[in-house]
């Protein structure tokens, strides 16, 4: 079983910065994927960015130039650098984990349980 745990999330002006976190915890699986989402109150739930196994990047145009994903492989944490923060970016974010089940080789993804950033004005 893989379990994601969040953390990072809070209350910052705009223009602010925060980082959030992502730890992953378990064994028996490799990494395919990691990603953050995020959901507005009343809104679909929006992809934010990505990083690859191999480290390859992509962004929402959104967040383009202000967010970053990082990961550290030997925590197993992904973050997500947010700077320049915007009233438009509060939302409760979400990390994503895809991966490959070692015993099954099946594919899978799994979510974390969301932290809340809140951007005033």
């Known amino acids: 079983q893989v379990q994601l745990v969040e953390s990072g999330g809070g209350l910052v002006q705009a223009g602010g910065s925060l980082r959030l976190s992502c730890a992953a915890s378990g064994s028996g699986y490799s990494i395919n994927s990691m990603g953050w989402y995020r959901q507005a109150p009343g809104q679909q739930r929006e992809w934010v960015a990505a990083?690859?196994?191999?480290?390859?990047?992509n962004y929402a145009d959104s967040v383009k130039g202000r967010f970053t994903i990082s990961r550290d492989n030997a925590k197993n944490t992904l973050y997500l650098q947010m700077n320049s923060l915007k009233p438009e970016d509060t939302a409760v974010y979400y990390c994503?984990?895809?991966?490959?089940?070692?015993?099954?080789?099946?594919?899978?993804?799994?979510w974390g349980q969301g932290t809340l950033v809140t951007v005033s004005s």
């Open positions: 990083i690859t196994s191999t480290g390859s990047t």
């Open positions: 994503n984990l895809y991966y490959r089940d070692d015993r099954t080789y099946r594919y899978r993804d799994v």
